[in-house]
């Protein structure tokens, strides 16, 4: 099997992939690569080319899936498959991108708890019994990674191009998921990239928000196993 490497959500770590890992693993070399260091989307895909296998197959959530999308604009050749899940394959709204500023500021000023409490995590998960203990664990992945990513991650979000045409040309298999209850990126934006690319296949998990993985992580893992496996 190829190796396959991970790339997550806007400040979250290798946590949110931790039941699929395990899962995976006994049978696929997995790579987590964290998308913290810089602040452009095509220096953070261009940093996980430089050390990843020359032939891998890839998955991200959201900004992971933004950020595997350039890495397919940039060496298409190297990437065997792709999974997008939870994503956005358009450029930044400018609603959306009107709040990066003030955001940034209140984070470069000691509030990245009160941004990722007050403005973040409402919009993550739907209800569910393990709403809660998800949402504690966001906020202790962002409180781990800090400040400096936050503001990174928030410029190469803001400032990121339109994959449509990445997309379009992109020959390999694809796996599109999606949790049917994402506030964020719903499923309607994923049945545009499902139909922009040639050769994918399109799953929504049931009672999942935007964090499919760890809200419904037996049935995230049996789609992600069911796309490996047609490998």
Known sequence: MKPLVMLPGMMCDARLF????????SSN????????????????AAEVLSYAPPRFVLAGLSMGGIVA???????????VSVALMDTNHLAERDDVKAKRGPQIASVSSGGLGR?????????????????????NLCMDMALGL?????????????DRPDQSDT???????ALILCGKDDALCPVSRHALMHELLTNSRFEVIEQAGH?????QPERTTAALCRWLEAL
């Open 211 to 215: 964090l499919p993985t760890l809200e």
């Open 115 to 135: 941004v990722m409490a007050e403005e973040m995590k409402p919009n993550y998960l739907t209800d569910g019994p393990n709403r809660e203990a998800i949402l």
């Open 69 to 79: 999308m350039e890495i397919i604009r940039q060496q298409p050749q190297r990437v």
């Open 29 to 44: 070399p997995v790579l987590y690569a964290p998308i913290g260091g810089h602040d452009t989307v095509q220096a953070l």
């Open 167 to 173: 997309l379009r040309g992109y020959t390999g298999q």
């Open 146 to 158: 800090g400040p400096d990513v936050f503001i990174n991650q928030s410029k190469a979000l803001r």
């Open 18 to 25: 931790a039941p699929q890992i395990a899962a995976l693993s």
